[in-house]
């Protein structure tokens, strides 16, 4: 298959429906979702570090210095950790139902409020948090404050668990519930405002009054079908968030193997090859399972693929973690071309940013450079993940801003100089995966140069 016909395949049979699926309304709300959330995840992981300085930090004298001045507010500091995490799924909720009402209000012209849409969102999730059990013929709040319950630090009084860390239906394993009830709550409202039921005010009403009045009907109708799906569940011996949380948990699960790690970095080279941000994409799908997880590690749990895994240890450079072949280009290439991509794209690729180097090399349909830039994220991977998975580095604790320079980011991420180390290692495996082939490419090129130079002298 020559260059022309393999484009054409690609363009056809992956490009469109992934441009597709890319510009779908639901996936561009979860994608702003995302971005609304993960700044606050890393402000929250800043206080979670300084509550643990004295485990990062082990020296007496230091430790000593820190019970008298900073360890004095951990607590505190706790606290403003669980502010987010504890209440992740609220975050995500309200967030979403914002986003995708404002993408319709602006698409299909429709008199919508993404205030409203919020908070309607967030009103079907609540709906969803209390748990009950059917006793006696009917529907009674569930309750459970036993000693043990008690003693573990969890307990579910009037219908309302909780524990240390917040409450129970509210972290990170609700995320999903709150995704897909926010995403009902904000269909019914589109189209009870679309088919015209609502209470119409005068227009001498201001308009904050009259959109909240558009509110009703639709607040109506979100807690009708509420309470007769999650009535028929309880019925049953379940509810709507137990059974949400089955999908979430088996996808959870998959996530977090090793082989799902290889295929969600496969994807992401796949699509950024065709064109598409796969990091955009893919992450924005992976954010609900890797701050489930990330929360879940703060709790007593393990997982491999939590926090910013991806940028700590995989995609050092960018996307297809290309920061060795960088800096291959800007110091070793023979090619003028590509030397001076290397040295325009070198800073940037420190912050893990290279779309000069995607774009100007280019990586983007060039067959050249497809094998590395799917083979190196993968390669190094794997390598974080089984040194994760058999404990030789601490699991992921901390959300780092994903920009943060390669070693740093390991060692943020694990608080620990394990992690430092591994990051640097994972960086030098995909390098070696890189330079055979960048090699090659850049003879290629150079070869072409110098011809080039020759035919203009003749």
Same mark, same amino acid.
């Given at each position: 298959?020559?260059?022309?016909?393999?484009?054409?395949?690609?363009? %056809?049979?992956?490009?469109?429906?992934?441009?597709?699926?890319?510009?779908?309304?639901?996936?561009? /709300?979860?994608?702003?979702?995302?971005?609304?959330?993960?700044?606050?995840?890393?402000?929250?992981?800043?206080?979670?570090?300084?509550?643990?300085? *004295?485990?990062?930090?082990? /020296?007496?004298?230091?430790?000593?210095?820190?019970?008298?001045?900073?360890?004095?507010?951990?607590?505190?500091?706790?606290?403003?950790?669980?502010?987010?995490?504890?209440?992740?799924?609220?975050?995500?909720?309200?967030?979403?139902?914002?986003?995708?009402?404002?993408?319709?209000?602006?698409?299909?012209?429709?008199?919508?409020?993404?205030?409203?849409?919020?908070?309607?969102?967030?009103?079907?999730?609540?709906?969803?948090?209390?748990?009950?059990?059917?006793? *006696?013929?009917?529907? /009674?709040?569930?309750?459970?404050?036993?000693?043990?319950?008690?003693?573990?630090?969890?307990?579910?009084?009037?219908?309302?668990?909780?524990?240390?860390?917040?409450?129970?239906?509210?972290?990170?394993?609700?995320?999903?519930?709150?995704?897909?009830?926010?995403?009902?709550?904000?269909?019914?409202?589109?189209?009870?405002?679309?088919?015209?039921?609502?209470?119409?005010?005068?227009?001498?009403?201001? %308009?904050?009054?009259?959109?909240?009045?558009?509110?009703?009907?639709?607040?109506?109708?979100?807690?009708?079908?509420?309470?007769?799906?999650?009535?028929?569940?309880?019925?049953?011996?379940? *509810?709507?968030?137990?059974?949400?949380?089955?999908?979430?948990?088996?996808?959870?699960?998959?996530?977090?193997?090793?082989?799902?790690?290889?295929?969600?970095?496969?994807?992401?080279?796949?699509?950024?090859?065709?064109?598409?941000?796969?990091?955009?994409?893919?992450?924005?799908?992976?954010?609900?399972?890797?701050?489930?997880?990330?929360?879940?590690?703060?709790?007593?749990?393990?997982?491999?693929?939590?926090?910013?895994?991806?940028?700590?240890?995989?995609?050092?450079?960018?996307?297809?973690?290309?920061?060795?072949?960088?800096?291959?280009?800007?110091?070793?290439?023979?090619?003028?071309?590509?030397?001076?991509?290397?040295?325009?794209?070198?800073?940037?690729?420190?912050?893990?940013?290279?779309?000069?180097?995607?774009?100007?090399?280019?990586?983007?349909?060039?067959?050249?450079?497809?094998?590395?830039?799917?083979?190196?994220?993968? /390669?190094?991977?794997?390598?974080?993940?089984?040194?994760?998975?058999?404990?030789?580095?601490?699991?992921?604790?901390?959300?780092?801003?994903?920009?943060?320079?390669?070693?740093?980011?390991?060692?943020?991420?694990?608080?620990?100089?394990?992690?430092?180390?591994?990051?640097?290692?994972?960086?030098?495996?995909?390098?070696?995966?890189?330079?055979?082939?960048?090699?090659?490419?850049?003879? %290629?090129?150079? %070869?072409?140069?110098?011809?080039?130079?020759?035919?203009?002298?003749?």
């Amino acid at each position: 298959m020559n260059q022309g016909k393999f484009q054409e395949f690609i363009n %056809k049979h992956l490009v469109g429906p992934m441009g597709k699926f890319a510009n779908a309304r639901f996936v561009r /709300a979860v994608m702003g979702a995302g971005y609304t959330v993960i700044s606050f995840t890393i402000v929250s992981s800043m206080f979670l570090i300084l509550s643990n300085l *004295d485990l990062i930090i082990t /020296a007496k004298a230091f430790v000593s210095f820190y019970d008298a001045t900073l360890g004095r507010f951990r607590d505190m500091y706790q606290a403003i950790y669980n502010a987010v995490m504890g209440f992740i799924a609220i975050y995500f909720a309200g967030s979403f139902g914002y986003e995708y009402t404002k993408i319709y209000q602006k698409e299909e012209k429709l008199d919508l409020s993404p205030l409203n849409g919020m908070f309607l969102g967030l009103f079907g999730f609540f709906l969803t948090v209390a748990q009950f059990a059917w006793q *006696d013929g009917k529907v /009674a709040f569930l309750t459970n404050v036993s000693k043990k319950a008690v003693e573990g630090g969890t307990g579910v009084i009037a219908g309302y668990g909780a524990s240390s860390s917040g409450f129970a239906r509210l972290g990170a394993t609700g995320i999903f519930t709150g995704l897909i009830i926010s995403w009902i709550a904000v269909q019914s409202y589109r189209m009870i405002v679309k088919k015209g039921w609502g209470i119409k005010m005068p227009d001498s009403v201001p %308009k904050g009054v009259a959109d909240s009045f558009t509110a009703l009907i639709p607040g109506f109708a979100v807690a009708l079908i509420t309470a007769i799906i999650d009535g028929a569940l309880v019925a049953m011996g379940t *509810d709507i968030f137990n059974v949400l949380y089955i999908p979430f948990s088996f996808v959870g699960k998959l996530v977090d193997s090793w082989y799902g790690v290889l295929v969600i970095f496969f994807l992401i080279g796949a699509l950024w090859f065709v064109g598409i941000h796969g990091a955009t994409i893919i992450t924005s799908f992976t954010n609900a399972f890797v701050l489930a997880n990330l929360a879940s590690n703060n709790n007593g749990g393990f997982h491999v693929l939590a926090g910013e895994f991806f940028n700590a240890f995989v995609s050092t450079g960018g996307s297809g973690a290309t920061l060795v072949m960088i800096l291959y280009l800007a110091f070793r290439a023979r090619s003028v071309q590509l030397r001076e991509l290397g040295k325009l794209a070198f800073v940037p690729a420190l912050f893990n940013i290279n779309e000069p180097i995607l774009f100007g090399l280019p990586i983007v349909y060039n067959i050249d450079v497809l094998v590395p830039f799917l083979l190196a994220p993968m /390669a190094s991977a794997m390598v974080a993940y089984f040194s994760i998975a058999t404990h030789l580095v601490p699991k992921i604790t901390v959300q780092q801003p994903w920009p943060t320079p390669v070693g740093l980011g390991g060692f943020i991420a694990t608080q620990s100089w394990k992690g430092f180390v591994l990051a640097i290692v994972t960086t030098i495996v995909a390098g070696l995966v890189w330079y055979p082939f960048i090699k090659a490419y850049d003879n %290629k090129l150079y %070869k072409r140069e110098q011809e080039a130079a020759s035919a203009k002298e003749a």
